[in-house]
């Protein structure tokens, strides 16, 4: 699962220590036109579906929408619990405190900082992860301009609130950190270029920013749910509107695991 909203669900399975739990199946990279394939040594174990619509048709034969990831599988009931990240990421945060680990007991939005983190989801959601896409995607100048003009004033806003305060939250690890970090690593490899986020880069202009990312990315278990070449992969492959000849750039931004201390 690569795209930013399953990465968010990666994240929580991973800090929550739920990994024994919930078994992890990854599609691969590169989307078709009849979904997310499994090939390349990726593999649906359980069915042996040739695209992640396989298991939306095996659980609603006459599912007509998108086929998307992430999926929560119920095996037993062979039935899709959810597919919205948002909505798995609570379901992550809530449901397992009695079977998991002493740190799965953490719940990422807490009832005292709910109305918050819902505000700060909404306007990071409309202009920073749907921003870079409403960027790379405009189809007029205009409409270009609009939407980077919109997403870098965020970004600004993001820059100031993590001046003041390691996370955007009180100051604790919360939904709304999880929910903005995965377009944050993949901004300046990716939406820098592919998609003409090109005003400010954050290895370059967003000091707080990037710390704030390095602090997350040290945290137990987050490295590994960053796959660079396989985020690489799927950006500059699956875009071919954009990138024809399916070129590769060199570099992977900036190095999250430096420096040793943050």
């Known amino acids: 699962m690569f795209l930013n909203q399953a990465h968010r669900a990666l994240i929580v399975l991973a800090l929550k220590g739920l990994e024994d739990f919930i078994s992890v199946d990854n599609v691969h990279w590169h989307m078709v036109e009849k979904g997310w ?9 359980l069915y042996g579906s040739v695209c992640d619509r396989d298991l939306y048709y095996k659980a609603e034969p006459e599912y007509s929408a998108r086929f998307t990831v992430p999926i929560l ?4 009931t062979e039935a899709i619990v959810n597919n919205e990240s948002s909505d798995i ?3 992550l945060s809530t449901s397992f405190n009695k079977l998991a680990p002493e740190k799965a007991e953490i719940n990422y939005h807490p009832d005292d900082l709910k109305e918050e983190i819902d505000s700060v989801n909404e306007w990071v959601y409309n202009t920073i992860n749907n921003g870079v896409y409403q960027t790379g995607l405009a189809e007029t100048q205009d409409a270009y301009e609009k939407a980077t003009y919109q997403l870098f004033e965020s970004l600004d806003r993001e820059e100031g609130i993590l001046s003041k305060s390691d996370y955007l939250v009180g100051n604790t690890l919360t939904e709304a950190d999880l929910s903005l970090w995965p377009t944050i690593v993949r901004f300046d490899p990716f939406y820098h270029g592919i998609f003409k986020c090109s005003l400010k880069s954050i290895e370059k202009d967003y000091p707080n920013i990037l710390k704030w990312a390095r602090r997350i990315y040290k945290m137990p278990g ?10 690489k992969g799927h950006y500059w492959h699956t875009l071919v509107q954009i990138n024809p000849k399916g070129i590769i750039p060199v570099g992977n931004g900036p190095n999250f695991a430096e420096p040793k201390i943050v």
């Open 89 to 91: 990421i609570r379901i």
């Open 37 to 45: 394939p499994f090939k390349d040594g990726y593999r649906d174990p």
């Open 73 to 76: 599988w119920d095996k037993e």
């Open 222 to 231: 987050v490295a590994n749910t960053v796959k660079m070449e396989h985020i």
